[in-house]
């Protein structure tokens, strides 16, 4: 049997990063080039052939619409490739959520397509670098894999992009998954599917927006006045997601400022600042023209509002119902 192929599409972060020192706290993100990490990985004796390609190597908190223009187009580029059997996107983790998130919303589920990254520089003790990517290439070398959309592994989790989230500031178990868990349990040696696939054979579910709407995180907090959603308006604020309070909740001055944005045409979620939980439909959204962001969290509750409105999709209930879409 053939070791798989697999692309390896390196956009720097963490996971390619180095502090000088084993001990040292900081460390710049994104000094490793693929090459370089790909040839530190043959040294471990894993059966596959991989291919890198240099996207970017950056601080992932720079990551955007180029790049994330680019890197698309790469990963279709591998998709349609048949010598490839799966495709692996290394990705610092502080925005490695929304990433995986957009391109779950824009990619085909024919292959599977993984993001991994690291808390730990290359060179620090305990670095998790090597041993997430040895996960992250028996996930995409597993067909059984592909139909599940796009995975994140952390951890020795194999998590979904619609559920994986960065929780914790440091730790190997930094990201978590809500609402539904992780979908498998990956380690160098062994890799077990909690749930079966979901996705099997389905398109990409919208287009790669050619541009981005502008749709701003509107953080809400005590004593909040009016104010703070006018100027996301005067802006040109195309949406505006609500990082409530409690479940998706806000000042009344607050929320009748969002009711009246949202009957001049611009799209308001509401989503909370809470860690974790659902943000339900109350009766009160339908007459405010408000969408429920339902277990999103309000950085992947922008992602999809972008994407929506780059298709066309801005109606209320349309977008409710791709809120509520697993």
């Given at each position: 049997?053939?070791a798989?192929?697999?692309?390896?599409?390196?956009t720097?972060g963490?996971?390619?990063?180095?502090?000088?020192?084993?001990?040292r706290a900081?460390y710049?993100?994104?000094?490793?080039d693929?090459?370089t990490?790909?040839?530190d990985?043959?040294?471990?004796?894993?059966?596959a052939e991989?291919r890198g390609?240099q996207?970017a190597?950056?601080?992932s908190?720079?990551i955007?619409p180029?790049i994330?223009?680019?890197?698309?187009r790469r990963?279709?580029a591998?998709?349609?490739?048949?010598?490839?059997?799966?495709?692996?996107i290394?990705h610092?983790?502080?925005?490695?959520?929304e990433t995986?998130f957009?391109?779950?919303?824009t990619?085909?589920s024919?292959?599977?397509?993984?993001l991994?990254?690291a808390?730990r520089?290359?060179d620090a003790?305990?670095?998790?670098?090597l041993?997430n990517?040895?996960?992250?290439v028996?996930?995409?070398?597993?067909a059984e894999?592909?139909g599940?959309?796009v995975l994140?592994?952390m951890g020795?989790?194999v998590?979904s992009?619609?559920d994986a989230?960065?929780?914790?500031?440091?730790?190997?178990?930094a990201?978590e998954s809500?609402?539904?868990g992780?979908?498998?349990l990956?380690?160098p040696?062994?890799?077990?599917?909690l749930q079966?696939p979901?996705r099997v054979?389905e398109?990409?579910?919208?287009a790669?927006?050619?541009?981005?709407p502008?749709v701003p995180i509107?953080h809400c907090?005590?004593?909040?006045?009016?104010?703070?959603?006018?100027?996301?308006?005067?802006a040109g604020a195309?949406?505006?997601?609500?990082a409530g309070?409690?479940?998706g909740?806000?000042?009344?001055?607050v929320?009748e400022?969002?009711?009246?944005a949202?009957?001049?045409g611009?799209?308001v979620?509401r989503?909370?600042?809470?860690?974790?939980?659902?943000?339900?439909r109350?009766?009160?959204?339908?007459a405010?023209r408000?969408?429920a962001a339902r277990?999103l969290?309000?950085?992947?509750a922008?992602?999809l509002?972008q994407?929506l409105?780059?298709?066309g999709?801005t109606?209320p209930d349309?977008?409710?119902r791709?809120?509520?879409?697993?």
């Amino acid at each position: 049997m053939s070791a798989p192929s697999i692309t390896v599409l390196a956009t720097g972060g963490t996971i390619a990063g180095q502090a000088g020192s084993a001990t040292r706290a900081d460390y710049r993100p994104g000094q490793i080039d693929i090459g370089t990490f790909l040839g530190d990985f043959a040294q471990l004796g894993v059966p596959a052939e991989l291919r890198g390609q240099q996207v970017a190597n950056i601080d992932s908190a720079n990551i955007g619409p180029d790049i994330w223009r680019e890197l698309h187009r790469r990963t279709l580029a591998a998709m349609a490739d048949p010598d490839c059997d799966g495709i692996i996107i290394t990705h610092g983790t502080d925005t490695a959520e929304e990433t995986a998130f957009l391109f779950d919303l824009t990619l085909p589920s024919s292959k599977p397509v993984v993001l991994v990254g690291a808390m730990r520089a290359a060179d620090a003790v305990g670095s998790d670098g090597l041993r997430n990517f040895t996960n992250a290439v028996r996930v995409a070398a597993d067909a059984e894999a592909a139909g599940r959309g796009v995975l994140l592994v952390m951890g020795d989790q194999v998590l979904s992009a619609r559920d994986a989230r960065k929780a914790r500031t440091s730790g190997s178990n930094a990201f978590e998954s809500f609402p539904r868990g992780a979908v498998a349990l990956a380690t160098p040696s062994t890799l077990d599917w909690l749930q079966p696939p979901w996705r099997v054979g389905e398109k990409a579910r919208w287009a790669f927006p050619d541009e981005f709407p502008r749709v701003p995180i509107l953080h809400c907090h005590a004593g909040q006045g009016a104010d703070s959603v006018a100027l996301l308006v005067e802006a040109g604020a195309h949406g505006i997601v609500l990082a409530g309070l409690g479940a998706g909740n806000a000042p009344d001055a607050v929320r009748e400022a969002l009711a009246e944005a949202a009957h001049q045409g611009i799209v308001v979620v509401r989503a909370t600042r809470v860690d974790e939980g659902l943000v339900d439909r109350e009766p009160a959204d339908e007459a405010n023209r408000f969408v429920a962001a339902r277990a999103l969290g309000p950085a992947k509750a922008r992602i999809l509002c972008q994407v929506l409105i780059a298709n066309g999709i801005t109606d209320p209930d349309a977008v409710q119902r791709a809120f509520n879409r697993r």
